[in-house]
């Protein structure tokens, strides 16, 4: 699978992603990420990829020909599916993320400033957010998604088992997890786990999923 992540910080989303499950991910050859640098298609030679807003107003907005021509750069034929970061997108949540997990490539849109020039949206196929909040631009979300996506694919976790059993799995939250020591500041791991009794352990587990749905 093929991440292309276009971004005012490269180096941010490459050292994030260089780690853990997507950086072992990319290391196998599961995955494949490249980060660009939207200056690549700056209008001058300064590297402006911004402008004011119409209409007054503070900020900066990215230009819509810089993310455009970006775009037909790296997915030339628009066989990729592309998505723009947005606080006002569809939220991104572990359904989403099996649905995006199918596809063979994704190219990722990270904002900065005060967002887009709406007329981008022409150019993309979805817009997607990772919740009610603002955050500087659109890399850690990017990231985000990446992590997530990755997780589901075959291989990717050392693993397979643990996938089957994660939150948000079946539309359940995962079961509490307890190790050494038995004891401590007067909280006691929960008997049955130490029982060795395998149905009885596997009860309170099923017991102890919540439903999110």
């Known amino acids: 699978m093929k991440f292309d992540v276009l971004t005012l910080f490269p180096e941010m989303v490459n050292n994030g992603l260089s780690y853990s499950i997507p950086g072992r991910a990319q290391r196998e050859g599961l995955i494949k990420v490249e980060s660009h640098n939207l200056r690549d298609w700056a209008v001058d030679n300064r590297g402006t990829v911004d402008d004011a807003p119409y209409g007054g107003g503070p900020g ?3 230009r819509v020909d810089v993310a455009d021509a970006a775009l037909k750069k790296v997915d030339p034929k628009h066989q990729a ?9 569809e939220k991104f949540d572990q359904r989403l993320a099996k649905k995006l997990s199918k596809k063979e490539h994704l190219v990722l849109l990270c904002g900065r400033y005060e967002g887009f020039d709406a007329r981008i949206e022409k150019y993309v196929d979805m817009k997607v957010s990772l919740g009610d909040y603002v955050v500087s631009g659109g890399e850690i979300p990017a990231m985000m998604m990446v992590d997530a996506i ?7 976790l050392g693993n397979e088992e643990s996938l089957k059993h994660e939150t948000f799995e ?7 997890q307890y190790t050494r020591p038995d004891t401590y500041d ?3 791991v929960p008997e049955v786990l130490l029982s060795g009794h395998h149905a009885e352990i596997e009860a309170w587990r099923q017991e102890q999923r919540r439903k999110t749905d």
């Not at 599916?81 to 997108?89: A, E, K, T, V």
């Not at 990755?150 to 990717?156: D, E, Q, V």
């Not at 079946?170 to 509490?176: E, Y």
């Open 150 to 156: 990755t997780r589901l694919l075959p291989g990717a």
């Open 81 to 89: 599916l592309r998505i723009m970061l947005s606080p006002d997108g």
């Open 186 to 188: 007067g909280q006691k």
């Open 170 to 176: 079946n539309n359940s939250t995962d079961f509490p």
């Open 60 to 62: 900066m907005v990215l």
